[in-house]
């Protein structure tokens, strides 16, 4: 998602929504400009994380993502990862990640333009703490488990109400060990203080966006 403001013109912070589509756990990193090499720094920050392996990756069709830098950190390990995309034209392939993208960056962050390259460190350090931990252990989501079309309607059907967490949790493909982390993540956690340290991480974020709209236009930024 681009923090772009009204313009796509120049430089500026992108986010990255990652979710695995059957727990619904959720993932978002900033980077600087798109660049190739700070999605694959990225997606590794997000790999060393999680509780659980790979096992397929599925992107959009942006350049960020189709290029041999990310391909090569997915085919060149003991265990290659199957790499796919979205066919073009068809955003409702990453449905699940778009839904993310309003609920889990632009609700947090909003609309303005994120112009100073000193932004992506404290909300990587705010999306990849408080953010994760919040989100995927104490927000519980539906996720529909049927459609079909009855008498000229289209029914959709949703399970019960669970955190992306218990789904792991109460999912046979996830190994012992990995379940043990996630209990041990989940019990050193306080809900209302994630959400203190939450806000106090968003209002700093919230001053350098400010301070960077009250700078002359023309003025130096930082590289």
């Known amino acids: 998602m681009a923090h772009c403001g009204q313009?796509?013109?120049g430089a500026f912070v992108w986010s990255l929504t990652f979710t695995d589509v059957w727990s619904g756990w959720t993932e978002n990193r900033a980077v600087w400009n798109r660049s190739a090499r700070g999605v694959v720094e990225a997606i590794g920050d997000i790999e060393r994380s999680l509780a659980f392996p790979i096992e397929g990756f599925d992107s959009d069709n942006g350049a960020e993502f189709l290029n041999h830098?990310?391909?090569r950190y997915?085919?060149?390990r003991p265990a290659p990862i199957c790499f796919t995309r979205s066919r073009p034209h068809r955003k409702n392939d990453n449905a699940r990640v778009e839904q993310k993208q309003w609920t889990r960056v632009r609700q947090l962050l909003g609309c303005d333009r994120f112009e100073d390259r000193r932004l992506v460190a404290p909300i990587n350090d705010l999306t990849s703490q408080e953010g994760r931990a919040l989100r995927n252990h104490f927000l519980p989501t539906m996720q529909r488990v049927s459609k079909s079309r009855e008498e000229g309607r289209l029914r959709r059907r949703h399970?019960?109400?669970q955190t992306p967490c218990e789904r792991l949790l109460a999912s046979p493909?996830?190994?012992d060990e990995d379940k043990e982390q996630l209990r041990r993540e989940f019990s050193a956690l306080d809900p209302f203080d994630l959400q203190a340290r939450?806000?106090?991480?968003l209002?700093?974020?919230?001053?350098?966006v400010r301070r960077q709209t009250q700078m002359p236009r023309g003025a130096p930024k930082a590289a």
């Open 203 to 208: 209002k700093k974020i919230v001053r350098l």
């Open 74 to 76: 997915f085919r060149d």
């Open 159 to 161: 399970g019960l109400p």
């Open 7 to 9: 313009t796509m013109q």
């Open 69 to 71: 830098q990310l391909f």
């Open 198 to 201: 939450l806000e106090a991480k």
């Open 173 to 175: 493909q996830v190994l």
